[in-house]
């Protein structure tokens, strides 16, 4: 065309691509959580499944591999799979505790590319002379890179079969086809690749690896106050200390204690929430704050530090952790309103702002105000408190009405806590909205509350746990389910008597990895609500003390202990990652399984919601993803009545009857003939 | 607890957290792509609906806006209404060409929450003096944002109001809640609201808004040089001219042309791709670079620039745009191979590397390397190149296998053409694996080829044209669907005479807002292959210049020209957002229906997809999704064969014959009295 034409001036390349010969684009990674934006959890020890799709222009061959940062900064890497359709596969293996990431890094493999070249041109017979020169300029850029590295032997035996390539060696042609598509050449070029190149995947995804508890726990809720086995007298750590064996008989691993603070006085609640509260009453746990302390303090009547210190020992001995109660919000009479007034909020009138829901007023309960300009200072006090606690030996905090505070700072605190502390794990008791209660998780709560409590039909139970197993809610979503707790005994309770307990035991127990039960109250069945149409409970510790008589016969601490060792001895029930809801033609029957990773612990639970009635079912098991071979008889131990049933096929009708039990824990396996058959083929 | 406990230094708050008192948090913003790394597509004149998730600790109410950057920085604001379970929404109009942002903001609505909540304590008949003076509070503090944002009269008035609510006009307490509750003061609240510690999306969200054209488009192919109406003459672009107003008479309104270059002579291909060229063979067009010149040049027996830009105005007065193919590779005779050695691939023998694909060799073909050190300089030179020709006219590139060439490279390059020229489109020519094809559609092509040519059974297109309406992808790939091109002459037209060729165009043109046809191959029902077995045209026009009779009785000319005015008169075929399937119980017979946005336009589409055989099936409709009251009857006017039906309910029963007509398409609407009872209700 000749002529000039004016080309407009514009952006050159190297402001927009800083390297325009870098041709591998990743993408589509998983898992991640919003982009990478929040980590992914897992336990030590775990191994994770990583996938992204990597693919350049053009049909070259790729090299792809997934880059491991270990919390101490050592980076590993294991080459990802092809999985077809341009889908990459590793796996990496989380070890030791705190925050690991993982990247995924990809490049043009330029010898391999020219290898599966090579090859068809040998295969259709074509002159590869030229082909082979080109091979051996390869070879010499690896030595090169060898040399560099280090690997000087690696180096020499590459420029070696280069000549063998060039035909230098004085051999035949023929010989430099042998070397050119040999494993040695193949091995020693994959050993040092040109990643001038390579694109690194951005950003940086995170793993949060906690101990195994953090997924499997067993919790127990009590009322320290309430343990003492004097009539009327104050318990004190040292009764929780003789409540310890009881505990851990039942199959507990966590012992939760509400808060141990001093209690204020000021708009001191009676018993059942009476506002005229007497000087005897001792008052709500979770007004915290008094003459004698605040939050790094202890109720003077539970005990001292040291007797504390005696608690967390006495129980580490019986392999139960301690979970304190963090309910960060003062009593009138908390230090911090006299010592730190602009942590509060101030009215017009001059007095401080106390809790609301309006028109309700809760004037025993000061919010902190996170909104203060003093914020900075509000929230390194609040890290020196939970310090302390962990300093004495706490590692589980149970948190209280996180929602009321900012996300900002929670996220701090915990990434914060856990940057040294690395084991220790907090429960987020957010009963609200979803998509707060799912942030509260993302930002870096170990496990959470769930509306399990309220989820009491079969259509309610499958929908909201197939809800909580899906991704990416169930990469950081951890639930953990209770049937009461101080303020909820649901009606459900409330009206179906011992088989409503059992049922909805059982169904915390094997529907989550992690359950919890407010006690003595779930086992003894209290039952009784403080007026109808609410969910408080008659007489509750919250307000007054309580004894308990955990020898009444009707308790129902034989048939926990047996969930919690059945929930100990099968791996299934460990994890929520192999949940599968069944068929069962009866709306009161629900049936679900769980299995265990490596698919040979399968757990199948059965359970009649209708505390009434006997009810029968048609049952309808997908036997083949299960690992049963629906050609053959297989077993099903009841765990809970320690009873053993012979099955055929996918169907079988159960009948489960209130008045006896109304669950069924089943251990299904194949056969005895058939576990041998199947052995012999593993 | 008293005695000092050792704190360990860690983080301050303000190192990780820049505004503590920041409380809101934005989630899962919807559209976007890959977080926001590439833009979504959008035409002008489109509205957009933005969702998000917001919310903060707690439960104050919230502000919430959309965003909106104009491509000019004109930044605008819409409040976005609240849809339940803490999502938002809120719609923006594009007018203007080029890239718009989007983001979402939102803070806490400190008035809002205190004006529900000071409702409550007024029903409940509380004490309200002392909330009195903190809405009194919060008034003059808009009344100082109002000053100081120049709105004088909102902050006299906002502090007389504020008087009002202390009751320091002398009035009654009843005067105060009046103003506290009014809606004056909730408005002026409105307009001055307290963001200073709003949130912000980040990143921004973008939209690339391109002409109408972008989303539906008729494409007609077309050789040049074989537009001559003389046998053995070289067409030139003065035949392409005369040929305009039969492009234009079909309904087409894009004209697109091979590469119209100097093509090469070493290597030439003779006809039916023969290595063995005589000295009259016209060359394959991709074969780009001779002596008179390369990328920048005119084939010399085509014309002149001025001929050129004589063609690009006679298709603009017919409403047609012309397309030029952009195919970045060399003959060995280009003059890039002296100038710019280093942009190919040397081989050690001293060659240029040719394409490959191993074993077979393209010697007529040396691809850029765009892995050369000098990668700017050719960047730089190929957007020379492209703006040459945007400066002649052209405004839509039908770019050649854009997968060949690195994904960083044809980014940059389309940002930055249409950061000067917005209205610029490309249609990728990429016929490979799907990732790579969503690839180059997410980051910047316009249209995109498909795999329709390759889809003809039911389950295929329905597949298929599922996946490809299913988001994100359709929020950034826009399927261009051929039946033909000249590489492509798939066995179904080889096998299906006549019938055929009408089931494929009738399919193009209704499921894909933009299609295109290779022609006058097409039309006149070309249908031999080179070689049994292979999608190559016999006596392809690649390889030598062809006469076509435009005038033969069996052309399907009047079949086109009738589907392109029932597309251009037809709302719902022009985007593919609200494409369905229906069931017709033939495994021959395909139905699916596309509604404009405002869903008063509904088209509905059978098609026998059995060439040979009549096909009879029942159809069933889903009415009230249509818009069409199940109740009544309904008009079915067949667009194709002009006839006018009416049908009852949602099951009808259909027959398509080949031998008469394979498809129909039906223009859906209630009937006459229907429709006048609808519009009643509008």
Redesign the interface.
Known sequence: ???A????A?????E??AE????V?I?SIWPQV??GRFPIKRVTGDAITVEA?A?G???DELAVRLVHRAPDGTISETPMEALG??RWRGELSVDGLGRHGYRVAAWIDRFATWR???E??V??D?DVS?DL??GA?LAEGAAARAAADGAAGDGRRLNELASELRGEDGGSGSGGVRAALGEELAGLMARHPDRS?ETVSEPELEVVVDPPLARFSSWYELFPRSTSTEAGRHGTFADVIARLDYVADLGFDVLYLPPIHPIGERYRKGPNNVTTATPSDPGVPWAIGAAA?GH???HPELGT?DDFRALVAAAAERGIRLALDIAFQASPDHPYVDDHRDWFRS???GTVQYA????KKYQDIYPFD??TAD??EL??EL??VM??WM??GVRIFRVDNP???????W??LI??LK??DPDVLFLSEAFT????MY?LAKLGFSQSYTYFTWRNTKDELTDYFLELNRPPLSEFFRPNAWPNTPDILHEYLQHGGRPAFIARHVLAATLAASYGIYGPAFELGEATPRDPGTEEYLDSEKYQLRRWDLDAPHSLAPLIRTVNRVRREHPALQSNERLAFHSIDDEQLIAYSKQSADGRDTILTIVNLDPHHARTGTLELPLAELGIDPERPFEVHDLLADTTLLWHGPRNVVELDPSRLPAAILDVRPSVRSEADFDQFM
């Open positions: 065309m000749g002529q034409v004016s080309v407009r514009n952006t050159d390349p190297t927009a691509v325009g010969r870098r041709r684009v993408e919003d982009g799709d693919f222009d053009g049909h359709n341009d599966g070249d090579f068809k041109r295969a259709a074509q030229v020169q080109i300029q190149r302390g790094d303090a202890i530090v009215r017009p009138d609301e829901n309006p028109p996170f909104e914020w900075r929230w390194l890290r020196r310090r302390l300093d004495l929602h009321t505070k900012p996300f900002a700072f996220e701090w990434a914060d940057a040294t909205r979803p998509k707060v942030r």
